[in-house]
């Protein structure tokens, strides 16, 4: 993107989307202008300099902001300091977000820092001049010499996936009002049971010391984009080898300051084994089993640690019917234009006829 601004003369400001600089080492004000592709020239002849401001003339002449013509057949008439002269420069490639903001498009970063250390600071003096509020600027792993540079014009670290950095400037001299990074990490864990109230089990190569050789329900973090039932029953296949279909989402758990200061939803989802045959990922499972309930619950893990009981409990009541959780329903949601999973309760009524 290019825009019209002032060359080498004061400071710069916005005018209809053009950025200009004004003359502020001349007088009087002559009319005789004409307009280039570069920018605005003064016919020859028809412009000169005050003597009291001649030494201001090299850099109007080497500027081409003056001929030497001009200067030499009239002395009489000065540029005015409201003369605005323009030339093209260029911005960095950019799109409006929805709130009033601009996203800008790495693509558009040139690699060499000065580069973009100049086009940057252009770009921040446009956009102030639109009223715009939030900038981001995704940076690639490729491109990480501009992330210093980036810093060094004020911007701030936002958030960093494998294979870029995000950072944002706010412009507005108000609290900043854009969305922080993500704060919580999403976890599931499945509770199988078969025809013989047996559990399916694990116990993990690397866990914490309050786990250490505990029975335990196999768990995870559910992957970008991917619905908690399916985590669930993806991390029971990865971890044990049982095929499951999803019945209901039993509870779940919010906790904080779990990992790097994050907080944490842990979602338990009562699955249906579809397979018995168990089959370990060695790589992060020690051993894994059909345990008989009693005995799962007879762990000295489990009769200390009250919240964990719970939901084993919750769970059996769920498979006798004296409890329902939640199940997925996949409906068209006019928010984002999609269909989308709604968790929710459905209860029977004394007819046997479903209620919501």
């Known amino acids: 993107m290019e825009i019209m601004m002032g060359r080498n003369l004061s400071t710069p400001y916005f005018q209809n989307g053009v950025l200009e600089q004004r003359l502020s080492w001349c007088k009087n004000y002559s009319p005789h202008m004409v307009g280039t592709q570069s920018g605005l020239r003064f016919k020859p002849g028809q412009l000169a300099v005050s003597s009291t401001r001649k030494k201001y003339l090299p850099i109007a002449l080497k500027t081409g902001i003056l001929s030497d013509n001009a200067y030499e057949r009239r002395r009489t008439n000065a540029i005015s300091i409201d003369t605005a002269v323009k030339e093209t420069v260029e911005l960095l490639e950019s799109y409006d977000d929805e709130y009033g903001g601009a996203i800008i498009d790495p693509k558009s970063l040139p690699s060499c820092t000065n580069s973009f250390a100049s086009i940057l600071r252009s770009s921040l003096s ?135 200061e994050k907080s944490d939803l842990f979602f338990i989802c009562m699955l249906k084994p579809l397979s018995t045959q168990i089959t370990i990922d060695e790589l992060e499972i020690q051993a894994s089993k059909w345990m008989p309930i009693d005995e799962f619950l007879e762990q000295p893990f489990y009769k200390e640690d009250h919240m964990s009981r719970k939901v084993y409990e919750l769970c059996i009541a769920s498979l006798e019917n004296r409890y329902k959780g939640l199940t997925a329903h996949l409906l068209p949601s006019k928010f984002d234009g999609t269909s989308t999973y709604l968790y929710f309760s459905t209860a029977a009524n004394n007819d046997g006829e479903i209620q919501v």
């Open 126 to 260: 446009y956009w102030e001049s639109k009223g715009k509020r939030g900038i981001w600027l995704k940076i690639l792993a490729e491109q990480s010499d501009l992330i210093p540079v980036a810093v060094k014009e004020g911007f701030k670290y936002h958030h960093a996936e494998p294979g870029y950095v995000m950072l944002t400037y706010w412009i507005p001299d108000e609290p900043c009002v854009l969305p922080a990074n993500a704060s919580h990490q999403v976890g599931v864990g499945g509770f199988v049971m078969n025809e013989n109230r047996e559990i399916l089990v694990v116990q993990e190569k690397q866990c914490n010391l309050a786990c250490s050789g505990v029975w335990k329900l196999p768990t995870g973090v559910i992957h970008k984009s991917e619905e908690i039932f399916a985590g669930a029953i993806r991390e029971v296949k990865e971890e044990t080898g049982i095929d499951t279909d999803f019945l209901e989402v039993i509870a779940f758990r919010h906790a904080h300051c779990v990992a790097f």
